[in-house]
């Protein structure tokens, strides 16, 4: 069981140029993503990136799934390093949120 004192979560809301969520880096610290959500007013992608890697990409058509979003699942990422949610793009409104819990580097092996 995860020790929910240990939750965090980004949010970032945004215009044309899109969002991005950050998780900033803590010494000694790895930070595991299980939930992004959020809405965006056109077709869009979305990166979930540790530093500079792509942890996961989608892309998303709301004429298919709508203009709201939401992902669950288990990303862990490296120690002593940020993590991001990029929304792409959007006409004029999005925002995109992130949520996970912390883990100390010496914890566990990632």
């Known amino acids: 069981m995860h020790d929910l004192t240990r939750a965090w979560s980004a949010t970032a809301a945004g215009t044309n ?5 950050t998780k900033a880096a803590d010494t000694g610290t790895k930070w595991v993503v299980t939930h992004i959500s959020g809405f965006n007013d056109q077709n869009h992608t979305l990166q979930l990136k540790d530093g500079s890697t792509v942890l996961a990409e989608w892309e998303f058509d709301i004429s298919v799934s709508g203009t709201a979003f939401e992902i669950a699942g288990v990303w862990p990422c490296s120690a002593n390093t940020a993590v991001t949610a990029v929304l792409g793009g959007s006409n004029a409104d999005c925002q995109v949120n992130m949520a996970g819990y912390t883990i100390g580097a010496a914890d566990v092996t990632i």
């Open 17 to 21: 140029a899109g969002a991005t969520a």
